[in-house]
C-alpha cells in the first residue's frame, strides 16, 4: 500500500476520532461551579487538549492496524462490503 493512501487513511480516522473523543471527561464551568466572566457557562472548565490528541492518536493508530490486519491477511478491503444499490446496467 502506497505511504501516501496510509496517511490520507489515517488522517480520515484520526479526524473522525477526535470528535467521538473530544467528549470524554468534559467537565462545563457549570458543573464545576465556577463560571468565568465573559464566557458561557457550558464552556469546558479545564480543557486537556494533551489526553484528548493522545488518545486520540493511539485509538486511530488501534484501528487503522486492525484494519491493515484485516486487508493485508485476510484480504478485505472496499470491494468485499455488500452493495446495497442496484445496478442500472
Known amino acids: 500500500m502506497p505511504i501516501l493512501t496510509i496517511v ?3 488522517f480520515i480516522l484520526w479526524w ?4 467521538m473523543v473530544l467528549p470524554l471527561g468534559y ?3 457549570r458543573d464545576e461551579g465556577e463560571v468565568t466572566l465573559g464566557t458561557v457557562e457550558s464552556a469546558p472548565a479545564k480543557f486537556r487538549g494533551g489526553r484528548v490528541i493522545l488518545l ?3 485509538i486511530s ?3 487503522y492496524l486492525a484494519y491493515h490486519f484485516a ?5 478485505f ?4 462490503i455488500p452493495n446495497i444499490m442496484p445496478s442500472f446496467k
Open 71 to 75: 486487508s493485508v491477511y485476510f484480504g
Open 61 to 63: 493508530a488501534a484501528i
Open 27 to 29: 467537565r462545563s464551568q
Open 8 to 10: 490520507a487513511i489515517y
Open 56 to 58: 486520540t492518536t493511539v
Open 77 to 80: 478491503g472496499i470491494g468485499s
Open 16 to 19: 473522525t476520532v477526535l470528535f
